[in-house]
């Protein structure tokens, strides 16, 4: 987006404050999704039973180390609330609305919801766990669904927006990306949501869409910090 551009370096060619303010928000947008998926990744590996192919990664946040993932989500959470701050500075900066960044934070506010609130055991993870999902949810699990329910239509509505913004300013290559990202990780959750953690195709969709979701992030961050100075 050429109208994000900020004007905001100084005689000697250093960046304004509020410049450097932006890029170090934005900056967290770069990091928070390799944080997140290497995390995961380290823990998937080296937690007994655990399968990529079965377990949605939310389940790692169960078990005597459960608490590992938690933080991971958490502090996930939150640099993705700082680069959405970023996203917010830059739009209007470039005289755009601030929009995709408020729903950008009200996904890494749902990361941070998740977080706090592990999702139930289910397909024989931890060990010991029954075959199957959940037979009785508890409030803990209902909650971490709500708040990653309302966190990941909150990324997908910020893809869309920006989708839209993108089109706009002619950047067609952009808007169909933000698109794609925000229409194909709606399917993987409806259809995990709906019963396709059950199944070892809807377990790796969504995981694809996660690691979609996080590429799109970085990207558009990288995209912005360039544009911001």
Avoid: Q
């Avoid at 303010?21 to 999704?33: F, N, V």
């Avoid at 990653?148 to 950047?171: D, P, Q, S, T, Y």
């Amino acid at each position: 987006m050429s109208t994000t551009r900020h004007t905001g370096s100084d005689a000697r060619g250093a960046c304004a404050p509020g410049v450097r303010t932006t890029r170090s928000l934005l900056g967290y947008g770069l990091i928070a999704g390799p944080f997140y998926v290497l995390a995961s990744v380290i823990e998937g590996i080296v937690r007994p039973g655990f399968d990529f192919t079965r377990h949605d990664w939310s389940l790692l946040a169960n078990g005597d180390v459960g608490w590992i993932h938690m933080v991971v989500l958490a502090v996930t959470g939150l640099m993705v609330v700082a680069a959405a701050a970023g996203f917010v500075r830059a739009l209007r900066g470039g005289r755009r609305s601030g929009a995709a960044g408020w729903f950008l934070a009200v996904y890494g506010a749902g990361m941070i919801g998740a977080g706090v609130f592990a999702a139930d055991p289910a397909d024989g993870f931890p060990l010991g766990t029954p075959d199957g999902p959940t037979v009785t949810p508890s409030i803990d699990g209902l909650l971490h669904l709500a708040f990653g329910g309302l966190g990941f239509l909150g990324l997908v509505i910020c893809c869309l927006i920006l989708a839209r913004l993108f089109r706009k300013e002619n950047a067609r290559g952009w808007a169909g990306f933000s698109l794609a990202t925000g229409v194909l990780f709606l399917a993987a959750f409806v259809g995990i949501a709906s019963g396709g953690a059950a199944t070892r195709f809807g377990v790796l969709a969504f995981t694809a869409a996660v690691l979609l979701a996080w590429t799109w992030l970085f990207l558009v961050s990288s995209r912005m910090y360039r544009l911001t100075g």
